[in-house]
């Protein structure tokens, strides 16, 4: 294939670029050994590293390690993993071809600093060497927080948009131009991308995985392209789940809180005596009554659902099983998974009534040492949900002959969106190549989607929507000497629906000392368009009288005309092409006496082609028509049709840092802080954009936040806590109907946890938003349309809500309580 041949060419072209010319090198020895804990359990993950140099190793999943290409001489080889306290071993005595055995064994750590992560390079790095800014949060980290789902522990990582909509739900984004659709983040979860294919959305909420089987969260901020292609331009966020072996034995959590919350997760595992084969299953139950504000749409619309109230009460019930087989270093994972999901979801346009949404997935995995394979299906069910905006319209124009459950299926949007994908990826080092680390792998994916021919372009066709693409790609670590490291990539992307897309990213490490590291980074991403931006086809969205026509929603995928009742054309606009992210970022990771750690970016990006959220390009009551590809004016059977669509706008740059410190004070309590500085300082329009789509370039995100906390943690008193305090500066938000300002905010978290070794169960109580700051509300009068007026109004109190999302409910706090058993 034609993407297979440019990418063979292109690591041909990286391997020569690495291949810089060093003396010939003697032969080396090798260093070999295990990493377990104080009961003899091997340790996975950790970094061994042989002090002064550049040579290092991770632990696999059995704690074997092996470091190759060591010179002859003496070196003090030194260990450290999330979780365990660092050790090393001096006067190991490495011989030219001969291997030395060094063992460890890592005593629990009450507090953590640096770690491992994968996500930057695909691979197993110390976080401190990682080309990126890269959070990780462990398995016990994860253990330690109430409720059902990984979102609350993102509040403090670094970099990230954290935006509370519901006592469950949460949004997130990285580096500006958020919305209430978002998709600029790619969600990834064991290996499969996470996406609803109907809309490219992140999975999210839906998500099949409970958080009682989660072995880690990383989350890499900044274009991520070049090894993870489409959707991954402002950054990446990764789910790992537990391993059957590694991760052994029942444990079940009971959660109960504020408004009805309850919640119930169960996972069981285990091995056969042979340790050939390994099993898990998992799954959990949660129900809530949701926080709730009620919408006024324009035309004094009141928003209303069945049975005249839109329901609030929010339940998910997940699932999933592995089965694993074991065969030395190589490790085959058959898993499969299901959720069904209630509640209600924004959108651009209004609100979604989500009734009995699935998400399932099946997965079929292969990795060792050098290979890793893996194949998957995803499929997205939109069973009963509807549109409450247009609910709300409809039930205001239909005889009360008609029931609320037949204007629900009038208002309903079908989908069943189905991915089947396939991936393959090796790594390898070359010696002679000054020891460069080689990643190459090839993607494959089809997406098929039906709306039951209602309203995505199926409904014209009369067949399912596929969209075929593949990519394919490689990176090149190479050492320059003992502390510099040259890191180059590259891949290829081939879509159905637009042009070959090219991913290059470059990045140059300064190590002076172990566990200190400045980077330069170049990157470039893309963001392609997704199934609603081309195949969207629903006239009428908004119907007028008999015969005015209406306002549709349409799709760019061939681009549109706008003329006058002349014929004289006004405006043309060209079908969507993939909006791209130029970055540019230098940054400092480092440890210093053991004590503190800290990561800091300062990056430049610039953005071409932006797609727009929802935009009208003509209006067909004031006399402008729109007409498609083919020279026919847009229209129903009720007329003619004010078009809303998807445009490619111009430029934007955009500036900004992201910074973390933690700082272990004793060794049971430290403090951790971020802060992120984001500011918009240009945007080209093009002379064709229409006046109103100055919302696509709004930055939708504020200029300042930070946090700051502290933790504990005594293993002899078994108890652990802490508290953070979240600050985020207003900013005006701007997405289709959802435009309004968000007002500055602080709030302040605390939790405590017991454990209680004798009945290996553990208490954990979360006080979220128990006390909030906030510098103004909104009043929606009676004939006013959402979010209604802003009054300006600096106050502090105990159980004061605040606003996180435009014409979204205002938070409050929120209370939970967890007992946890582990076995």
Known sequence: MDVIRRTRQALVVLAAVAGIPLGAQAQDGRISGTVSDSARRPLDNASVSVSGTRYGAISDANGRFTITGVPAGTYTVRVQRIGNRASETPNVVVSAGGTVEVNFTLAAASLQLGGVVISASRRVEKITDAPATVTRLEAAQIANSVGNSFAPALKEVKGIDFIQVGITSVAINARGFNSSFNNRMLMMEDGRIGVLPENGLPVGGFTTIP??????????????????????????????????????????????????????????????????????????????NDFENELRYAGNVREQGIGGKVDWKTDVMRAEGALVYYGGDNRLELSLGNSKSNGVGQTNVGRNQLVDWQYRHAQLKWTSPRWYANTYFAQSLSGDSYAINRYSSARLTTPATISDDSVAKLSDWPADGRLMAAEIQNNFTLAPLADTRFVWGAQFRKDRVSSDREWLSDRVTLKDIQVKQVGAYGQTETPIGSALRLILAARVDKHDNYDQQFSPKAALTYTPWSDQTLRVTYNRAFKSPTMLNTDFSAPDFVKLAAGFGGYGVFGNKEGFTVKNAAGTTLATYAPLVPERNTTYEVGYKGILKERLFLDAAYYQSDYENFISPLVTINLHLAGTFAYDATGQRVASANGAQSVLTYLNLGKAKLKGMDAGVRWVLTDNVAASGTLSLTTLSRVEKKPTDPAAVVEATALNTTPTKWNVGMDFNAPERNLLGGFTVRHVTGYNFRSGINAGVIPTFETLDLTLGKRIPSLGAQINVSLQNIAACRSGYYELRQTQTSPGTLVTKRNCNIGLRHLEMINMPTIGTMLFVGVRYDR
């Not at 789940?241 to 809180?257: R, W």
């Not at 009805?260 to 998992?282: C, E, L, P």
């Open 211 to 288: 958080k009682l089987d989660l072995a880690g969260i990383e989350v890499l901020i900044g274009p991520g392209s070049a090894l993870y292609g489409p959707d991954a331009s402002n950054g990446v966020l990764t789910l790992q789940t537990k391993d059957p072996k590694q991760y052994q034995g029942t444990s079940v959590e009971v959660s109960g809180g504020s408004r009805n919350y309850m919640d119930f997760q169960a996972r069981h595992a285990g091995v056969t005596s042979s340790g050939t084969f390994g099993y898990k299953i998992s799954g959990e139950y949660l129900s809530a």
